[in-house]
């Protein structure tokens, strides 16, 4: 039999995390209903395609706060490529640099950021 105190977290987080998935199931169930009801105005004012061939759009996560990516580019020297940038920049802010999505992603943020600063530099 296991330990009391193990036993006693393990259900603690059970419990947390099951009220999580009570919450997002009740946050699904509103935004379902925000949807009909908007898919009901269109229908309304004479949308004729299907509201389902709508894309998606979806909220950017921003990797960095306002101006961080500048302060930490600044501090860093930019030296190197951009994907090196990164990398370093990754683990100063205690990011998995084995991760090559989120690493993409940064490069991609240090090219602009990197554009950007020369743009400003330059005019």
Do not use: C
């Not at 296991?2 to 009220?19: D, N």
């Not at 084995?98 to 993409?104: G, K, N, P, V």
């Amino acid at each position: 039999m296991g330990e009391p105190i193990v036993i006693h977290a393990l259900v603690a987080k059970r419990a947390e995390l099951s009220g999580q998935v009570l919450d997002l199931d009740r946050q699904k169930a509103v935004l379902k209903a925000q949807l009909q009801t908007i898919d009901e105005a269109l229908a309304i004012f004479g949308y004729a395609r299907s509201p389902h061939d709508i894309k998606p759009r979806r909220a950017a996560n921003r990797l960095f706060k306002r101006n961080e990516l500048a302060r930490l580019l600044r501090r860093d020297g930019g030296q190197g490529t951009n994907r090196e940038t990164a990398l370093r920049l990754m683990a100063v802010k205690g990011w998995d640099v084995a991760d090559r999505e989120l690493a993409d992603k940064v490069t991609d943020s240090v090219k602009g950021a990197k554009k950007w600063q020369r743009q400003q530099a330059g005019g």
